[in-house]
């Protein structure tokens, strides 16, 4: 049997199909897309399998979790190993309460000092004060948080 080469398809003469090289190429292009579709749908399927084993305390602890979430184990493995992955795509953030604490420690360290040294505090300076205070607290407290994320 004789192959008539049209690109890169054959087709046997019998069969009576005669495409042009512009139709072969528009029928690859079609496959091409069809399969880059489908590749890129199949990538949003959940197919890798990520496991662990527990002690039978761990499991426990986990089980109770699990039921007062009402979820099922895999939802809810799922669902911590995101926000894990996204808390360390956001990096370390201090708390609400680090930042006040924060604040009220650079406060003290600022107005006592003065205070010790019997220096008398304008108005304005004590605002300039506290307006520093709130700029800085976030930047200072995160510091911290790093500090203590960085620690063994």
Same mark, same amino acid.
């Given at each position: 049997?004789?192959? *008539?080469?049209? #690109?890169?398809?054959?087709?046997?003469?019998?069969?009576? $199909?005669?495409?042009?090289?512009?139709?072969?190429?528009? %029928?690859?292009?079609?496959? =091409?897309?069809?399969?880059?579709?489908?590749? =890129?749908?199949? +990538?949003?399927?959940?197919? /890798? /399998?990520?496991?662990?084993?527990?002690?039978?305390?761990?499991?426990?602890?986990?089980?109770?979790?699990? &039921? *007062?979430?009402?979820?099922?184990?895999?939802?809810?493995?799922?669902?911590?190993?995101?926000?894990?992955?996204?808390?360390?795509?956001?990096?370390? *953030? +201090?708390? =609400?309460?680090?930042?006040?604490?924060?604040? $009220?420690?650079?406060?003290? $360290?600022?107005?006592?000092?003065?205070?010790?040294? #019997?220096?008398? %505090?304008?108005?304005?300076?004590?605002?300039?004060?506290? +307006?520093?205070?709130?700029?800085?607290? #976030?930047? $200072? &407290?995160? #510091?911290?948080?790093?500090? /203590? &994320? &960085?620690?063994?």
């Amino acid at each position: 049997m004789r192959l *008539k080469e049209i #690109g890169r398809l054959g087709f046997p003469e019998e069969t009576g $199909v005669n495409l042009s090289g512009m139709e072969v190429r528009s %029928m690859i292009q079609e496959d =091409a897309e069809q399969i880059a579709a489908r590749v =890129a749908k199949r +990538a949003e399927f959940r197919l /890798h /399998h990520v496991g662990t084993k527990l002690n039978e305390r761990e499991l426990g602890e986990f089980e109770a979790l699990r &039921a *007062k979430r009402q979820q099922t184990q895999g939802e809810l493995i799922r669902g911590l190993i995101l926000a894990e992955i996204e808390r360390d795509r956001r990096g370390v *953030k +201090a708390s =609400a309460e680090l930042e006040e604490i924060t604040a $009220v420690r650079l406060l003290l $360290v600022n107005l006592l000092r003065p205070a010790a040294t #019997g220096q008398p %505090m304008p108005v304005k300076t004590f605002e300039a004060y506290i +307006a520093e205070t709130n700029k800085r607290k #976030g930047e $200072v &407290a995160r #510091g911290i948080a790093e500090e /203590h &994320a &960085a620690q063994p």
